[in-house]
T-cell receptor, first 109, second 114 residues
């Protein structure tokens, strides 16, 4: 079974700061997802990666398949970025996702 | 498209009662997933279906839990009898078949078993 570890668990930063959230996993995957969960509880998929790097607005996601590691970066952070960010992986040969415990991000004005 | 639709949004019941959660996936999506989220364990896969057929139910906690997908547009997750430790948020998600597809999540059902 894939073990997914995220760090940090909690992060509080000031508006404008550059944010990095890390995710590592233990066995081979076909894809890695970054999800965002707002206080209301809804889950939105931000990125799906199988290699390299993706960018969407102020969000950047990278993955290193050899090192089994991914990072999510937020540039020019804003209070509306406050949410729980969850890393999830689809292991090789599987369809369901295995999730990290999430990173609770608070951006203060 | 309205997205993945779950009902009810909230359910409060007493221990021992039967609970049925419902999910309507996005039209055209072949895969459907049921997940459970708790404070202690985070998000966990319970079961998933491909083309209405259950593929992996190893995440279903015990025989009290059962899931069905009678057709491509509807799935249920049933708990009978319910227990307080079943209290959680239950999410349904769907995607087109294949590992390279994003999963779309429903809004979830918050279940409280008293």
């Amino acid at each position: 079974k894939n073990e997914v570890e995220q760090s940090p668990q909690n992060l509080t930063a000031q508006e404008g700061e550059f944010i990095t959230i890390n995710c590592s996993y233990s066995v081979g995957i076909s894809a890695l997802h970054w999800l965002q969960q707002h206080p209301g509880g809804g889950i939105v998929s931000l990125f799906m990666l199988s290699s390299g790097k993706k960018k969407h607005g102020r969000l950047i996601a990278t993955i290193n398949i050899q090192e089994k590691h991914s990072s999510l970066h937020i540039t020019a952070s804003h209070p509306r970025d406050s949410a729980v960010y969850i890393c999830a992986v689809r292991s090789l040969g599987a369809d369901g996702l295995t999730f990290g415990k999430g990173t609770h991000l608070i951006i203060q004005p | 498209d309205a997205g993945v639709i779950q009902s009810p949004r909230h359910e409060v019941t007493e221990m021992g009662q039967e609970v049925t959660l419902r999910c309507k996936p996005i039209s055209g999506h072949n895969s459907l997933f049921w997940y459970r989220q708790t404070m202690m364990r985070g998000l966990e896969l319970l079961i998933y279906f491909n083309n209405n057929v259950p593929i992996d139910d190893s995440g279903m906690p015990e025989d009290r839990f059962s899931a069905k997908m009678p057709n491509a547009s509807f799935s249920t997750l049933k708990i009978q009898p319910s227990e307080p430790r079943d209290s959680a948020v239950y999410f349904c998600a769907s995607n087109p078949t294949g590992p390279k597809n994003i999963q779309y999540f429903g809004a979830g059902t918050r279940l409280s078993v008293l």
